[in-house]
């Protein structure tokens, strides 16, 4: 179903500051933008960080939690083929993905997925489809051959002998309290498109400007927050990508609108920003909170907000963090 469908039958709910999908299992989604994500990836992997791999499959593990028992019991090909491909083209994460098993081989053929169309040669994408094997099959896998190119991919894994322990997660009960929104009101997705911050184009993905947003279960970035493989690269890379498409030439209190409407719209909460004589107060209600049972830590965030603010000055930096249990304040101001 397309995500305008998807819209219109309220099965992908919206709310200030909220995306929500509650197709058979609730789950909270952040729109994110693939370039920035994707440059990351690629910047741990050229320093030799190899655990963005293990991230891929962790993320995988939580997100377990939403696959209903009854999809679980599907044989791996018919999983991969019907569902996983409806859900993943609709997201725009794969034009197409196919998969067949003979024995304990796996193998596992996409098109232009997510990542890899954007800096080739990967692991994380790897260690996503890792995690989805070994919480079908129950048990661990390993990849044995990759090819990866831009257009398409071909992976085959092997299935290991003896059970596999899949990552302890928040229950549904809590994750849902926590992500509890449902009554706040105000500027979200559908108005974003309506005033044309966002585009919906007719291959069904979402554009700022151009530029392709994904719609990314949240946990990734508490996940990425809480690893901190190369952190600090998140503010440049946020930077680079912001300076070509946001204008120069508009005024500080138009670039700060629009930060504000980026991320209220992208389902990161609702936002405040506040000019102040020192700097720059961001305030966020109602973020989004992830399924891992470590602490959720929002790091990923407010360094891709740092990096935008540097169109703005680049003197900026992070002066303080306060998380409350619904709240996120950073302030943020310039070198002296």
């Not at 500051?17 to 990351?40: Q, S, W």
Request: glycine letters at 6%.
């Amino acid at each position: 179903m397309r995500l305008s469908e998807s819209l219109r039958k309220k099965i992908v709910v919206t709310g200030a500051g909220r995306i929500i999908n509650r197709l058979k299992v609730p789950r909270v989604y952040v729109l994110f933008f693939e370039e920035i994500l994707a440059n990351y990836i690629k910047e741990c992997e050229n320093r030799g960080y190899v655990n963005d791999k293990d991230i891929g499959k962790l993320w995988m593990y939580n997100i377990d939690r939403f696959i209903p028992s009854a999809l679980k019991r599907l044989p791996v090909s018919i999983f991969f083929n019907r569902f996983l491909n409806r859900i993943w083209t609709n997201i725009g994460g794969v034009e197409n993905i196919r998969a067949s098993k003979e024995g304990d081989i796996i193998t596992i053929k996409t098109k232009r997925e997510f990542v890899t169309r954007i800096i080739g040669k990967n692991d994380f994408f790897v260690g996503v489809l890792e995690g989805i094997i070994n919480a079908l099959c129950k048990c661990e896998s390993e990849c044995i051959r990759k090819t990866q190119a831009i257009n398409s991919c071909t992976y085959v894994f092997r299935l290991k002998k003896g059970y596999y322990r899949p990552a302890k997660c928040k229950n549904k009960n809590l994750y849902n309290s926590l992500n509890n929104s449902s009554q706040v009101k105000g500027f979200d997705l559908k108005s974003g498109i309506k005033k044309g911050i966002f585009t919906i184009k007719p291959d069904n993905k979402i554009y700022f400007r151009g530029n392709v947003l994904i719609p990314i279960e949240n946990t990734l970035f508490h996940l990425l927050s809480n690893r901190r493989l190369l952190i600090g690269k998140v503010s440049s890379i946020s930077y680079d990508f912001f300076r070509k498409y946001v204008d120069k030439n508009t005024s500080k209190e138009a670039k700060l609108t629009l930060l504000k409407n980026i991320m209220q719209v992208s389902g990161w909460g609702t936002v405040n920003i506040k000019m102040e004589k020192d700097g720059v107060l961001v305030h966020i209600r109602n973020m989004p909170y992830g399924l891992q049972t470590e602490k959720d830590n929002w790091e990923f965030l407010v360094r891709t907000i740092l990096g935008y603010l540097w169109i703005v000055d680049r003197k900026y930096l992070t002066k303080k963090v306060d998380v409350s249990r619904n709240a996120l304040r950073i302030k943020y101001c310039t070198r002296a």
